[in-house]
Every structure is written in structure tokens, then in C-alpha cells.
């Protein structure tokens, strides 16, 4: 596809509000609740038709028009996670007779040898109760429309089957991406992909790889072999697995961006070639969090000769036509410093540092030209005289991006989908690239914005943790990114990503798996786990930079306390205030809940006594079981019809305050519902 046709977009967005309306059963308001109603992201044209497609024992694929390695294999890969999901013996050889399968798969012609950011993603889908066929232009489109094939898969009382309808979708923008951190903390390749699985799932298509960093350099160089000998304390990807990752994403959909940050974040780089650095060595690998002062020197032309045997041999290794330099956060006191750099800076008449960064940019990019790739990097990159063809990626936000584009710049938005800041999945699904300071772009500005990508990082996560830091929630982001601009329902989508969540652990994601196995840790027994969960699941981690400012964290720090296993979003909170907002219809649930937590948790505390990784969270349980008392009482004062003594009013809005502030760095979500209930018996 192009780039963005907003002609196109706009037709197809107007069409799209009406179809949807129609289209409930497959994810709207009031839809049934059935797992194949819950289409995820939502497809841009949908229509139901009549009879149910069985699956059963005979489902075979057939593959008809282009054909290639990567559609057999992808073929392969739908009948088998079709037999996990259903529990069904399955035959993974393909059908030659279509007349005979259950699926037929037809591609017009070939993607492109390197997968670009211009391709078609588009495909059709029409299921009726005799067999499914899928129609695409490229493998890309074949690729997208089976992920939706799997969707549809649903149980009912004649067994599993698909419901009859027509779908044709497309992505709404080309650039949907994920970025990963394995530096602050390494993340193994088995981590890389089972969340490519889960992006392909969710029709991602770029995988940024954030591969260099203070804290480690984590891919083998031949020709600079001390980059990963002496800054990775022997965590890195060797050459041969970074093919295989690649292949593998290919075989997905998904294109692999490396990121390699310079000048700053680059202390990792001087273990090995302190030469590179603009203050003399020796260094050593970051062990902690922040923005360090290490920088490369951009007076030294030996800097960018070493760059260019890099970048090159690099640039060889990942096929993608973009290449990452991050760019971010230099804070320049290096530079400062130095007064060879300063009496430099004084010739070429810089103001200041951030005229030297750009200046290492200027010299940067005819390397990565050189090398066939195009360059992107973050916000600070953009200078006034970089050339046009610098791709920005704006983690400042819409204001940043809508001003590159006015400059003639592509860019992709990021600010906003910060999974590590633990927001809510309600939150990042309310950014929209196309909103905000961007709405007011011409049509050919608004061309040049690509899509977003989500960010990881990771100084907070480790391979135990990190898939439920980025799942389900990446999947709104997905969403957000692909379907129509009018699906926006909050109710939908959260109904929906349940259903996705679900989803993901048949592909081997431990974002829900993970939870009562570092419960139980916590408490040494799964029956007490099971009473924390009581309590944790009311929880959630502090939110944007608030646990950088807790005592001090390293690399070396465990990430086994309580905050390390709550969830990012609480659902049962969530949940209970939603009951709680029409507290007269639900006044028997919301006792029910206030009952259960006060009860369960109110012993708590001498579970925890026992454990010297929740100690420090006794007061939370304590709290907890104070607020659900403070509920069941406002609603006896509801009930009654009788306000509530002064004196009790005051008592609760005690608790209320001191419960609403951050202890053992985690946020008890229900306060604002129990305090909206002591509000009305005041």
C-alpha cells in the first residue's frame, strides 16, 4: 500500500462508522460474548452472513495462485495452533484439491525480497458454512488475514467453528511497532519469540530492537569483537542467532529495526574502545538507571571511521532499510569538559552542545547512506539542516511529531505508548497519531506520519516479567494502529482484549502465567498466593518515573517484591468501579466484593510477617481491609437512607488519604470507588 492515501481513509472511515454499527455481534456494544465475536484489531469492513463453518478433524488448507516457502509454513502454523486450541488431531499437509479444504489461501504475487514499510498488507476473508477463503495480494496480506481466520475460531454447542462472514481490512497506518530494551536487562531469544509470535497475532509488523545502551551492548562484532566481549558481561546475540531472528520475523510479517544509541548512551561501547569517548577512561558497564554523562567525541575523525567499519558491518547484518541511532538524551557535560571539544565548538561558531550533536548527526548519516539505510532516530536528531529523508521517532510527543511534519520529515509516534510508565490499556488506546496536535497537518503532512510503536524498557522487567509489561495492554495499541479511527469504544475494547490475553497463552506468552508462580515465591505456598492475589489484584505499580526515584536500583537488584509481579492495570478495580458508578443497580455485587476482600485480606497480615518480601507491604493489606470495611459501611448508610455522623465521615476521609498514597511503591486502585461511596452518605 502507499504510504497513507488519505483520500482513501478518509471514504473509508465514514464507511466503516456505519459498518461497524451493524457489524455488533463481532465486537461492538451490546455483541454476545462469545470468544469468536471478538475480533482483535478490529477489521475496517465486516459483514455476517448466515451458518457456522465446523472445524473438525478433516480441516485441511489448500494454497492456490503464488506460492513460497513462507505461505507453506505459515500454513503449517495455523493447523497447528488450530489443533492446540481446539484439542483436535489435525493433518498439517496441505489439501492440492481446494475443492476439498476447509481454508483456501490465494496470493496475487510476491512481497518484496526485504520487507518494506510501501507493502500491502490488505486481504479478504469470506467464511460460509461450506469452507473459508482468504484472498490477498501479497504473503503480508495472507499473513494478516489468517491471524483473523484464528480469531473467528469459536466453541459452541455443536462443537468449534467459524460464524459466516465477509471481511475485507487493511491497516490503517504501515508503521505498527514494538520496540524491546534487552540492554538494561537482557532478554534471552526465547523472549524475542514468543513476542514475535504475539505481534504477529496482533498484526504488528515492526520489531525495533534496542540492542546497545549504558548498561550492556548486546550483538556480536567481528570486526570491534571487544563491543560484546567486555560491555555485555556475556550476554549478547551471536551473528547466526540475529539471522535467525530475523528469518523468523520474516516468516511472520515483521520487520527488525536494530537500534544502536549514539553519541549518548554509549558507556557500554568505552569498556572496550574508551578512544571513542570524550573524557578519558576507563569505564565500566552502568550498573544503574538514568542519563549518564559518557559520549562519544565528535571531533574525532577516528570516531567516525570506527562508525563506518561498524555501521557497515551492521547495516549487512539486518536487511530492514532503516537503521536506529537513537540520538536521545545526551546531557553534553562531557563535552563541556573538554576543552579540545570546546575550543572546537568555538571554531565552528556551535552555541552550544546541542549544534555539536547535530553536527555527529550531520557526519552520521552519509554513513548510514553509505551502508543503503535510511536513518532514523529519536526526537533529538531533528536539527534544522538534517536532511529530509531522517526519519523521527517522537517520544516527546504529538506536538514534536506534528512539527517534523510540517518540516518535510517522516516520523512515527511513541509518546504515548510508554508500556513501561504502567498506564492503563484505556490510556495508550486514546492516543491516536492522527489526533491532538496532528489533526490540524494538511493532507500531505499527515502523509508523512508512519504509524507508532510501543516502547519496553526494561529496567524494570526481566524475561520473568516482561510479557505482562507489554501484554494485553499492546494489544489496544495495535489496535489503535491498525483498524479504522472510529473504533473507540472503551467497553468493546476491553471486553476484546480479555478475550486476546486469553489468546496469547496459546502461543506461549507468560504475561498471565507468570502471576501465581511469583505469588507463590512471595508466599511459599500456592494457598496463601492465592489469598495475595486477593490483594495484589487490587494493586498496581507506581506510575511514569516514580520507582527510578525509590531507593536506589542496579542491574544486580532482584525484581522479586510484589510490585515485580502486579499487574500494570487492575482489572477487579477497573471492574468495581464500573459497579460502583450505578452503585443502586449493583448494590448485592458490590457488597459481595467489599465482603470478600475485607474478609480474605484481613488476616493477611500475618501471612505476610512471614515473608521477608512482604513485609513491606503489610500496610497495604491493612488498608485494603480498612477500605472494604469503609465501603460495606457507606452502603449500610446508602441503604438506610441516613447520612453517615460527621465523626465517621472524618475517620474515612483519614483512611482515604493516607490509602491513596504509594506504599512499597504500588497504588491501591480502589480508593477512588470507596471514596465515591463515603461522598454520598455524607
Known amino acids: 500500500m502507499q504510504l497513507v492515501d488519505m483520500k482513501a481513509l478518509t471514504i473509508a472511515a465514514l464507511l466503516v462508522t456505519a459498518v461497524i454499527r451493524v457489524q455488533s455481534i463481532f465486537g461492538g456494544q451490546g455483541a454476545p460474548q462469545g470468544r469468536g465475536n471478538s475480533l482483535m484489531p478490529q477489521p475496517a469492513e465486516l459483514a455476517p452472513g448466515q451458518g457456522t463453518l465446523a472445524i473438525d478433524g478433516t480441516f485441511r488448507v489448500a494454497l492456490t495462485g503464488y506460492q513460497e516457502p513462507r505461505l507453506q509454513q505459515a500454513a503449517v502454523r495455523l493447523i497447528r495452533r488450530l489443533s492446540r486450541q481446539t484439542g483436535i488431531p489435525m493433518a498439517d499437509e496441505p489439501e492440492a484439491d481446494a475443492f476439498k479444504a476447509t481454508l483456501v489461501i490465494r496470493c496475487d504475487h510476491a512481497s518484496e525480497t526485504v520487507q518494506s514499510v510501501k507493502e500491502d498488507e490488505s486481504y479478504r476473508l469470506e467464511v460460509t458454512s461450506q469452507q473459508a477463503r482468504l484472498a490477498a495480494p501479497t504473503p503480508l496480506g495472507a499473513l494478516r488475514g489468517i491471524e483473523t481466520f484464528l480469531q473467528l475460531v469459536a466453541l459452541d454447542p455443536k462443537g468449534f467453528g467459524l460464524s459466516a462472514v465477509r471481511i475485507q481490512d487493511r491497516p490503517r497506518f504501515a508503521w505498527r511497532g514494538l520496540m524491546i530494551d534487552v540492554s538494561r536487562h537482557w532478554m534471552p531469544l526465547e523472549v524475542i519469540t514468543r ?12 520489531f525495533h530492537w534496542h540492542l546497545s545502551d549504558n548498561q550492556g551492548f548486546r550483538v556480536e562484532s567481528k570486526l570491534f569483537p571487544k563491543l560484546q566481549e567486555m560491555g555485555s558481561d556475556g550476554h549478547y546475540y551471536t551473528q547466526q542467532q540475529v539471522k535467525e531472528i530475523i528469518a523468523y520475523a520474516r516468516d511472520r510479517g515483521i520487520r527488525i ?15 572496550g574502545y574508551p578512544e571513542l569517548a570524550s573524557a578519558p577512561g576507563p569505564y565500566t558497564i552502568e550498573r544503574g538507571w538514568g542519563i549518564f554523562d559518557p559520549a562519544m567525541d565528535p571531533t574525532n575523525e577516528a570516531v567516525y571511521k570506527f562508525l563506518d567499519g561498524f555501521i ?4 549487512a547484518l539486518f536487511p530492514d532499510q532503516y537503521f536506529h541511532v537513537g540520538g536521545d538524551e545526551v546531557n553534553g557535560k562531557q563535552w563541556r569538559s573538554n576543552p579540545r571539544i570546546q575550543a572546537f565548538m568555538r571554531e565552528h561558531a556551535m552555541k552550544g552542545t546541542s549544534d555539536l550533536q547535530a553536527y555527529f548527526n550531520q557526519r552520521l548519516l552519509p554513513l548510514v547512506q553509505k551502508h543503503g539505510k535510511k536513518m532514523i532516530g529519536w526526537d533529538e536528531v531533528l536539527h534544522p539542516g538534517v536532511p529530509k529523508d531522517v526519519v523521527i521517532q517522537s517520544w516527546r510527543g504529538q506536538q514534536s511529531l506534528a512539527a517534523a511534519a510540517r518540516q518535510g520529515y517522516t516520523g512515527i509516534l511513541s509518546n504515548g505508548y510508554y508500556l513501561d510508565l504502567m498506564h492503563s490499556a484505556r490510556r495508550h488506546y486514546r492516543v491516536d497519531p492522527m489526533e491532538g496536535a496532528t489533526a490540524a497537518l494538511t493532507p500531505e503532512e499527515k502523509s508523512r506520519i508512519l504509524g507508532g510503536e510501543a516502547c519496553m524498557w526494561v529496567e524494570f522487567a526481566t524475561p520473568e516479567n516482561v510479557d505482562s509489561r507489554i501484554w494485553p495492554r499492546m494489544a489496544a495499541i495495535a489496535e489503535r494502529l491498525w483498524s479504522p479511527q472510529p473504533v473507540k469504544d472503551m467497553d468493546s475494547m476491553y471486553r476484546r482484549l480479555a478475550v486476546a490475553s486469553e489468546r496469547l497463552d496459546w502461543l506461549g506468552m507468560t504475561h498471565r502465567s507468570s502471576y501465581p508462580v511469583m505469588l507463590e515465591r512471595l508466599t511459599g505456598d500456592s494457598g496463601s498466593a492465592a489469598r495475595l492475589k ?5 494493586l498496581e505499580p507506581v506510575k511514569e518515573y516514580a520507582r527510578e526515584e525509590a531507593p536506589a536500583y542496579t542491574s544486580f537488584t532482584p525484581l522479586n517484591r510484589l510490585v515485580d509481579a502486579t499487574r500494570p492495570e487492575s482489572d477487579t478495580a477497573r471492574e468495581f468501579a464500573q459497579l460502583v458508578g450505578d452503585w443502586k443497580a449493583h448494590k448485592a455485587e458490590i457488597r459481595k466484593e467489599l465482603t470478600r476482600w475485607r474478609d480474605n485480606i484481613a488476616d493477611l497480615p500475618a501471612l505476610m510477617q512471614n515473608s521477608a518480601l512482604l513485609d513491606e507491604d503489610i500496610p497495604l493489606a491493612e488498608d485494603v481491609s480498612a477500605l472494604a470495611t469503609a465501603g460495606l459501611q457507606a452502603l449500610d448508610y446508602l441503604e438506610a437512607g441516613t447520612p453517615a455522623p460527621p465523626s465517621w465521615v472524618d475517620e474515612q476521609s483519614a483512611l482515604l488519604d493516607r490509602a491513596s498514597k504509594p506504599r512499597a511503591e504500588l497504588l491501591i486502585m480502589i480508593v477512588p470507588s470507596i471514596k465515591k461511596l463515603v461522598d454520598n452518605v455524607k
Request: charged content about 15%; aromatic content about 8%; proline content about 6%.
Open 195 to 206: 513476542n514475535l509470535d504475539a505481534m504477529a497475532a496482533l498484526k504488528l509488523n515492526v
Open 257 to 271: 529495526i536494530p537500534e544502536f544509541d549514539m553519541p549518548g548512551h554509549t558507556t557500554a561501547w568505552f569498556v
Open 312 to 315: 557497515g558491518e551492521m547495516a
Open 534 to 538: 486477593t490483594l495484589s489484584d487490587l
